[in-house]
């Protein structure tokens, strides 16, 4: 799907109390930010940050993290956010391929929601459940490595079983008709129309 790009964005994002600019400044130290030693759960791919910041306010003892390589989608997550004090919530725009700049045994879960299924496959690298990815999350993990995965795309979902438990992961639960307390635009879009939504919990000890 083709971004709309935003005037300004970069703009818009840096100027938001909840941007890190520098996030590779806290990689080891991130709680020194908020200034607690709450679990940390991050979202690659946070879009425009409806399931992130639901599960800020929801869970104000655990610290969330967007992280967005794109600034247009941030905008809106931005706009959410203003005259909203959300002290647990922190936003990056970053590439997630470069995680293990950023963030060093100290992440407590990983969201992946409808993250671009990369269908062609020579493209496979690219997947965040490919073992490419996996690897580079081993290093972020605190204790245990737990993810949890939304999709609509059924061979993403497949594909994401099979990737997960070769890398050592234990399923916790799938659902192929899953529903969500907290949701993404892109999931309630799916929704409306009748699409199923894919889940998968995992975990690695």
Do not use: Q
């Not at 790009?5 to 703009?11: E, G, M, N, R, S």
């Not at 247009?72 to 922190?90: C, M, Q, T, W």
């Not at 994401?160 to 307390?181: A, H």
């Amino acid at each position: 799907m083709r971004l709309k790009h935003i005037k300004d964005a970069d703009k818009i994002i840096s100027s938001s109390p909840y941007l890190v600019s520098n996030p590779t400044n806290y990689k080891g130290k991130w709680n020194t930010l908020f200034n607690n030693d709450n679990d940390i759960e991050i979202e690659i791919g946070t879009g425009k940050g409806k399931f992130i910041i639901s599960k800020a306010i929801n869970n104000p003892n655990i610290n969330y993290i967007g992280i967005e390589k794109y600034d247009s989608p941030l905008v809106s997550a931005v706009k959410k956010l203003n005259e909203i004090n959300i002290p647990n919530l922190k936003l990056i725009c970053f590439d997630a391929y470069n995680i293990n700049d950023i963030f060093d045994k100290e992440i407590n879960k990983i969201y992946l929601n409808f993250s671009d299924p990369w269908p062609k496959k020579r493209h496979e690298k690219r997947r965040l459940t490919s073992s490419i990815f996996l690897n580079k999350y081993e290093s972020i993990f605190k204790n245990e490595k737990r993810i949890e995965m939304k999709t609509d795309n059924d061979s993403l979902y497949e594909y994401s079983i099979v990737s997960l438990t070769d890398n050592g992961y234990e399923i916790v639960k799938t659902d192929t008709n899953y529903f969500d307390t907290f949701t993404t635009e892109y999931e309630d879009k799916f929704i409306s129309k009748g699409k199923n939504i894919n889940y998968i919990s995992v975990v690695k000890k």
